[in-house]
């Protein structure tokens, strides 16, 4: 088992930055891949980005590419999302997740935070 708890959410205005984080506790942080994922008011839950085990595969969706950057810290258990040039389109929640594997589907994460709100004004 692993629990995720995310942080960082809020209001910013378009361009702005974020920073999100999770916070994993439990079974080994280091044994776990781990992506970032959004939903927007009635859409469906989407990849945003993913980091392997060995935290030097990292893995976009398109729409985020160049703008938000994955990282982790295995020493502290948390994994981060740098989220630069913001736009409205980005607004949703947004959540961590676990697997043993790295992966860019919703449906293979086994372990899910939360959530955290991110709302990008115009």
């Known amino acids: 088992q692993v629990q995720l708890v995310e942080s960082g959410g809020g209001l910013v205005q378009a361009g702005g930055s974020l920073r999100l984080s999770c916070a994993a506790s439990?079974?080994?942080?280091?044994?776990?891949?781990l992506g970032w994922f959004r939903q927007a008011p009635g859409k469906e839950r989407e990849f945003v980005a993913a980091?392997?085990?060995?935290?030097?595969?990292?893995y976009y969706a398109v729409s985020v590419n160049g703008r938000f950057t994955i990282s982790r810290d295995n020493a502290k258990t948390t994994v981060y999302l740098q989220m630069n040039s913001l736009k409205p389109e980005d607004t949703a929640v947004y959540y961590c997740?676990?697997?043993?594997?790295?992966?860019?589907?919703?449906?293979?994460?086994?372990?899910w935070g939360q959530g955290t709100q991110v709302t990008v004004s115009s």
């Open positions: 439990g079974r080994s942080f280091s044994d776990y891949a």
């Open positions: 980091i392997a085990q060995n935290g030097i595969s990292k």
């Open positions: 997740a676990a697997r043993l594997r790295v992966s860019s589907a919703v449906r293979d994460y086994d372990y």
